[in-house]
């Protein structure tokens, strides 16, 4: 249950985000990690964000970021 509100929280801030300004690797790292959550979280929160901005761009060039743990751990 509480997998499921973090999930449809991060849903909700996702969805009222312009999705046209997340289309660069460091502008995903930069929503999901300035929240000061867990590695987890995070990571939770890239990879939802990345996938929401990649069926926003479908039709368009565009070059899909790859975003890894490492790379949270990192940034």
Do not use: Q, W
Not at 16 to 35: G, H, M, V
């Amino acid at each position: 249950m509480e997998k499921n509100n973090l999930i449809n929280s991060i849903n909700e801030e996702i969805s009222s985000l312009d999705l046209d300004k997340y289309k660069t690797k460091e502008d995903i790292l930069k929503f999901a990690c300035e929240n000061n959550k867990s590695s987890g979280e995070r990571y939770k929160r890239a990879s939802m964000l990345n996938s929401a901005v990649i069926n926003h761009m479908k039709g368009e060039k565009f070059i899909r970021p790859r975003i890894t743990h490492f790379d949270i751990s990192v940034y």
